[in-house]
């Protein structure tokens, strides 16, 4: 009685496990005919292989064997190519499987195989991991373009697992590289605010001498934002040593030394962004508009009358120029009721009067080019009336009271 139940239990543990077995054969029939199906009809098939596939995943019998492994890695990617509605994890799951059937058999051999080579070659997986890998950033890409930042997070990531496979750079030749992939992945990052996962991706970027100046502007920005001014110095002198006449990386210096009001190490800076673009007027514009600060009257001059040599349609320039020469000449205007000395008064009256002179051709530039600028109006309004022009100061005021 004895050796007959060990026979049945026997019969029995054989039979399930022919019946495991089974399992990987009836997946690769119903994928077969998945392949050879109409548009109609493949879900119906790949629906099938993938119910027996993912039995045979989870067989202890079965869930090593290379066929499983090899049927595997093609069910999922024709799911995720064609029926991407079965499962939304296809592209994944091909993937690993893909990578598993490149897994060796035996390293110690001379000649090692990879477990699946009895099925298949070598190339011919390969060829279909380097698929996977070019539809994994066209996913990337699209779920960016939809907004699906962290599910396109996920797909990037999955390409660094096939890059060391790619031993011939065919994602390379796809513009699939590592800089792309990181700098992809950084936007996604960015959007949902992830500023330690950036951090990480822009490091990288940097560390291999990725040639995008912007991610130097890029990193300064979270450090900006962190309240960490130092590193964000650092990163833009970083990106200033590497790429030295980017006009983007200048700009952006300048910026955080002008809300920094560091002016003296501003004016340096102005002054190197000047020596690389000499026909730039914002920056001269901006660097008059430190010296005007500063009081710095001659040098404000200077870099004001540049800009509008290069840029005569520059507002600011006009105004900032009409506006030095305005505010000196009521300067020396005050000055001159003050003084009791007749001598002193006529040649202080004169000298203010020689400024007002030189502010109305730039303030009436800037009001022709901003007609409702309110400074402008109230400078030129109090010109004309120190002119004695009382008709253009009412016509002045008038035009302040309607805007």
């Not at 796809?174 to 990181?182: A, D, P």
């Not at 003050?338 to 030189?358: P, R, W």
Request: negative net charge; proline residues 2%.
């Amino acid at each position: 009685m004895k050796n007959i139940l060990v026979l049945i239990i026997s019969l029995f543990y054989t039979t399930v496990l022919f019946s495991q077995k089974n399992v990987v054969q009836n997946a690769y029939g119903a994928f077969n005919n998945a392949k050879s199906a109409d548009i109609k009809n493949i879900g119906v098939f790949l629906k099938e292989a993938k119910k027996h596939i993912d039995e045979a995943y989870n067989f202890e019998s079965t869930s090593n064997d290379a066929k499983m492994w090899n049927y595997r890695s093609q069910i999922y990617l024709k799911i995720a190519l064609s029926s991407p509605e079965l499962d939304e994890n296809a592209i994944f799951k091909a993937t690993e499987s893909y990578i598993k059937c490149l897994k060796i058999k035996d390293p110690t051999k001379k000649r090692p195989k990879i477990i699946v080579h009895k099925l298949r070659t070598k190339e011919e997986v390969l060829a279909e991991l380097i698929q996977c890998g070019y539809h994994l950033f066209t996913l990337g890409v699209e779920n960016y373009s939809e907004g699906n930042f962290s599910q396109s997070l996920l797909y990037y990531d999955a390409i660094f697992d096939i890059i060391p496979f790619d031993e011939e750079d065919q994602l390379k030749r796809g513009n699939i590289t590592e800089e792309t992939i990181l700098y992809n992945s950084f936007f996604s990052s960015n959007k949902l605010k992830n500023d330690k996962k950036s951090k990480e991706l822009l490091q990288k970027l940097i560390d291999i001498n990725f040639n995008e100046p912007a991610i130097y502007i890029q990193m300064s920005d979270i450090y900006k934002r962190e309240g960490n001014i130092d590193k964000t110095i650092e990163y833009l002198s970083l990106g200033r040593d590497m790429f030295e006449d980017d006009q983007s990386l200048i700009n952006t210096e300048i910026n955080l030394y002008i809300e920094l009001e560091r002016t003296s190490e501003l004016i340096t800076k102005l002054g190197e962004a000047i020596e690389l673009d000499p026909n730039n007027s914002l920056l001269y514009f901006n660097r008059g508009t430190i010296y005007d600060q500063e009081g710095n009257l001659a040098n404000a001059e200077n870099d004001y009358l540049k800009a509008i040599e290069i840029d005569p349609s520059s507002f600011g320039s006009n105004y900032n120029l009409g506006a030095l020469f305005f505010n000196k000449a009521v300067e020396l205007n005050n000055s001159a009721n003050s003084t009791s000395d007749n001598n002193k008064y006529k040649k202080l009256k004169k000298q203010a009067d020689e400024f007002f002179n030189k502010a109305l051709p730039y303030l009436e530039s800037a009001n022709s080019l901003n007609p409702k600028d309110k400074n402008t109006l109230l400078s030129l309004k109090q010109l004309y009336y120190m002119k004695g022009d009382y008709k253009k100061s009412d016509e002045m005021k008038k035009l302040i009271s309607e805007l």
